[in-house]
């Protein structure tokens, strides 16, 4: 009977240091696993603040691109004014100003391309991809035009939209409003509705 009792408790004994054992060792997984878990979510910190960075950047270099193709359109359009008006009109250019901005009284207008020909006075509104909204928008700026700047008075107003691409939506609005479209056509620029509008 002690015999059989003194095993019991040895097993017992064993059981228990098994038990102790797996303990600890679950104990050292669940550290090993916690100390991973916070490990990844230092490592997954680090990734959305580098991400929260570069986001920031690649909005602020769009900004400058899209600010830029703006200017670069005025760039290309204005120093081609001059030929385009001359072969189409077979006039001089006289005056040529580019990003010409005035404040009256609490409102500001800003006019890309202003030219003066013969007995005309061109307003150029430049985009680099012409939308039916810009229209509207320089139908407005149009009607002030004289109002800030009366010295153009004595000239005849044509008002022009130019674009690297005009749509044939956009051609046909401005026709209507008798503007001229101009456009890119490989290295040169040409008036799209010319023989639509009356001057």
Known sequence: MQEVLERRVDRLEEALMMLAYQATKT??????????MKAFKDEMRAFKEEMRAFKNE??????????????????????????????NF?????????????????????????????????????????????????????????????EYQKYQLIPVVASFNLTDEVINLA?????????????YLEFVNIDKVKI
């Open 90 to 150: 077979g006039l001089e250019v006289e005056e040529l100003s580019v990003r010409r901005t005035k404040k009256l009284k609490e409102r500001i207008r800003e006019y890309d391309v202003i030219t003066v020909a013969g007995e005309y006075v061109f307003v150029v509104d430049v985009k680099s991809k012409y939308r039916r909204q810009h229209l509207e928008e320089f139908e407005k700026a149009i009607n002030d035009f004289f109002e800030f700047f009366p």
């Open 58 to 87: 690649m909005n602020k270099k769009w900004g400058d691109l899209a600010n830029k193709l703006g200017t670069i359109a005025e760039d290309i359009v204005a120093p081609g004014i001059p030929a385009v008006i001359k072969k």
């Open 27 to 36: 104990e050292m997984e669940v550290e090993r696993l916690s100390k991973e």
């Open 175 to 187: 026709s209507s409003k008798n503007w001229l479209g101009l456009q890119m056509f490989g290295d």
